[in-house]
């Protein structure tokens, strides 16, 4: 094979395998994997608090574990990408939609353990409707494009 030939086909290759690596680098990715961990952990929230409040429900310990999982991934999601996105508005609600589910959990391992009235449905209805609340915040933020951009640029680039 000529020699031309040989490296233009590296130069091929090595560009597939680097647009391979990008594609799924949070990197550019970062807003995909914000909203699958702002749906998860409202979705589970939600979850969590209907099988508590329904006549039957109740959560065994193996629910409480299934429910901080999702949690520690999106803490450290939140840790990767403290650097890239600062103060930005959407993260600091992040963080927020974080503590809100982590009250939640917290609260439903403790509540598990009694005998559930309507003082604890009412409790565990207004700690999910905290998560609900925050995760639709941080929607709203991140579906704004323009202000995450001029705010990620303004970080590089100060002006005045």
């Known amino acids: 094979m000529p020699k031309r ?7 091929w290759v090595l560009l597939g395998v680097i647009g391979a690596g990008a594609a799924g680098c949070g990197w550019w990715r970062w807003r995909e ?3 699958t961990h702002v749906d998860l952990l409202d ?8 099988t508590l409040v329904s006549p039957e429900g109740g959560l065994a310990p193996g629910d409480i574990e299934r429910l901080r999982y999702p949690l520690d991934r999106a803490r450290q999601f939140a840790v990767s990408n403290r650097n890239r996105f600062g103060d930005q508005e ?6 927020a939609l974080t503590a809100a589910y982590t009250q939640l959990v ?3 391992d403790r509540a598990r353990t009694q005998a559930v009235g309507e003082e604890e449905r009412r409790r565990a209805r ?4 905290a998560v609900t609340d925050e995760a639709q915040k941080v929607r709203e933020l991140i579906n ?8 990620s640029l ?5 002006v005045g």
């Open 5 to 11: 030939l040989t490296n233009c086909l590296i130069a």
């Open 33 to 35: 994997l914000a909203l």
């Open 43 to 50: 979705g589970l929230a939600r979850d969590a608090v209907e």
């Open 90 to 95: 959407w993260l600091g609600h992040f963080d």
């Open 106 to 108: 917290d609260w439903l």
């Open 126 to 129: 207004e700690l999910g409707e």
């Open 144 to 151: 704004d494009p323009p202000q995450i951009a001029a705010r």
């Open 154 to 158: 303004l970080r590089f680039f100060p």
